[in-house]
């Protein structure tokens, strides 16, 4: 009953046992949904028609350089701890419940998302069924994906598999349509009549500022790679990192500027549909299921934390799935596509500054120790604010945020999230410095794994189920094991874990039953 419920649940608020991972190519199918995203094809489009294809090409090479780094971190990190972005975030820099914060924004950025590719999922149904009202196709498409999404990494992989090959075909045949539109290389000089503000910087820099927002595939590939062997965490950073970054941000974005100048049109689920007809239409089915059902599910991964932290509430991960979708289709009714270049900007600020913070502090931080070693996520074992990861957030984000309304004119909307970087980076260490890293760990955390050992298993006094030690705490409180899960949602205990003396948590340790 346990594996199944697992199954379903996905490990969303807990660390990814040795038994549940897969290898590297399974997890880095999975990924692919996304690269084939017809939004990234949107924005590459509008990218080389606002500012040049040059530029535009310029654009997507630096965003294969930044994403590519930093999903190779985040995915080798994740790999290596079995952690997903949101459980690293608890203990590098923000604590247990400073990392709500960063979860509920993220989980808004996923909410972005599914709303954009369902929105150009319900262009082209329109266009072929014109009778159908936008309203009901925006439902329909919301209640699909609730059961597509329900069963979490398991099923997608499924998915992934037998929709890639469908895919490919209908790229072919897209590709063979368009060549006769586009044959030459006109399209690779253009530069626009109306050039772009002059006062807010170069076209270059301008376009550039635009990448941020893509810093999400850096982040599902974290989350993604916690499910990978530790002993192929290489393999894993490579592959869901710069490979993954440059099919998604460089391969197929250059395809979604070919497709936008042989057709005039910057949304390619239209253009499908009016080239290939129905089996466009199936295509953009395609292609949108492959990325939405990793949407939904990174969603709820991303609500799963933030109400298991604030409100000790954690029904399960999948029926958060509802809430996204649910969120989604009211996002998809007020037409958000219409402002995504803008909407990349403001969300680029939160990523920037957040992976900013996370990846100084598991990098810079971690080198200089200033911190813990280990990744620790259980909330018996942290304090519930951390300065480090809050304040740096605050001020990158913060700054980033008055120089996109406007405080420093146009330019400053542009070097907002170049600043916001900057800041992010530097931040953390100064803070882990200043506070000497004193609020990372609680000082009177349990010795489980060190006096257990981490192979071990113990059953959790409030789930009756057995996990491993190394996802369980002791709780003086209960006086018996918890699994991480039931420690964070306890809402009785009073943290007395964090003022237990030493000796009595000892005295308790010892008394444990544990099975190899």
């Keep these: ?3 199944k419920q697992e199954m379903v649940e996905d490990y969303a608020l807990r660390y990814v046992p040795t038994s549940f991972r897969k290898p590297w190519y399974s997890i880095f199918n999975s990924a692919n949904g996304a690269t084939t995203a017809l939004v990234g094809l949107t924005y590459a489009g509008g990218l ?20 590519g780094i930093v999903g190779y971190y985040l995915a080798s990190r994740a790999a290596e701890s ?41 262009a082209p149904i329109h266009y072929y069924f014109s009778g159908i009202p936008m309203y009901l196709i925006y439902l329909v498409i919301g209640l699909v994906f609730v059961p597509l999404t329900w069963y979490g990494v398991t099923l997608i992989n499924r998915l992934e598999w037998i929709l890639t090959p469908l895919y490919m075909v209908g790229l072919v045949l897209l590709l063979g349509s368009a060549i006769p539109h586009l044959s030459n290389l006109s399209w690779l000089t253009f530069v626009p009549r109306h050039p772009v503000n002059p006062t807010a910087g170069p076209p270059l820099l301008q376009g550039a500022a635009t990448i941020f927002g893509g810093l999400t595939l850096a982040t599902q590939s974290g989350d993604l790679a916690r499910f990978v062997d530790a002993k192929q965490r290489t393999l894993a950073g490579w592959t869901l990192g ?6 998604g941000n460089f391969v197929f974005a250059t395809l979604g500027i070919y497709i936008a100048f042989a057709f005039g049109n910057t949304n390619p689920g239209l253009t499908i549909v009016k080239s290939l007809g129905f089996i466009g239409l199936l295509m953009v ?73 996370i990846v100084s502090d598991m990098s810079i931080n971690r080198a200089l120790g200033l911190r813990p070693h280990e990744f620790e996520y259980k909330r018996s074992h ?30 400053g909307f542009t070097v907002a999230p170049f600043v916001a970087l900057t800041i992010g980076v530097v931040a953390p260490v100064a803070l882990a410095a200043l506070t000497r890293g004193k609020y990372y760990i609680s000082p009177a955390r349990d010795h489980f794994e060190a006096s257990l050992g981490t192979d071990s298993f113990v059953e959790c006094a409030t789930c009756a189920t057995q996990y491993e030690v190394r996802d369980s705490v002791y709780c003086p409180y209960h006086e018996a094991p918890l699994c991480s899960v039931c420690c964070a949602t306890d809402k009785s205990c ?23």
């Design 285 to 357: 089915m395609i292609t949108q299921t492959r990325v939405n059902i990793l949407n939904g599910y990174f969603g709820s991964l991303a609500f799963s934390n933030f109400f298991a932290r604030v409100l000790k509430f954690a029904p399960g991960r999948q029926w958060w799935v509802v809430l996204t979708v649910g969120l989604s289709t009211i996002l998809m009714e007020l037409n958000v596509l219409a402002h995504i270049q803008t909407v990349f900007v403001v969300l680029g600020m939160f990523m920037v500054s957040w992976i900013a913070t």
């Design 82 to 122: 079995g952690l997903d972005c949101d459980l690293m975030t608890r203990g590098s820099g923000y604590g247990f419940l400073g990392s709500a914060v960063t979860s509920l924004l993220y989980s808004a950025n996923y909410l972005l998302f599914f709303a954009f590719e369902g929105d150009i999922m319900a």
């Design 1 to 3: 009953m346990a594996a």
């Design 382 to 411: 942290l304090y519930a604010l951390n300065p480090v990861g809050i304040i740096s957030l605050i001020l990158a984000m913060g700054t980033g945020l008055l120089l996109v309304f406007g405080v420093a004119g146009p330019m």
């Design 242 to 247: 710069p490979i993954t970054a440059f099919l």
């Design 48 to 67: 080389a028609m606002t500012y040049g294809t040059v530029d535009a090409l310029i654009v997507l090479s630096l965003a294969v350089i930044a994403i």
């Design 494 to 516: 009073g943290e007395v874990c964090k003022t237990q003396s030493q000796s009595a948590l000892v005295a308790f340790e010892s008394s444990v039953e544990v099975e190899k």
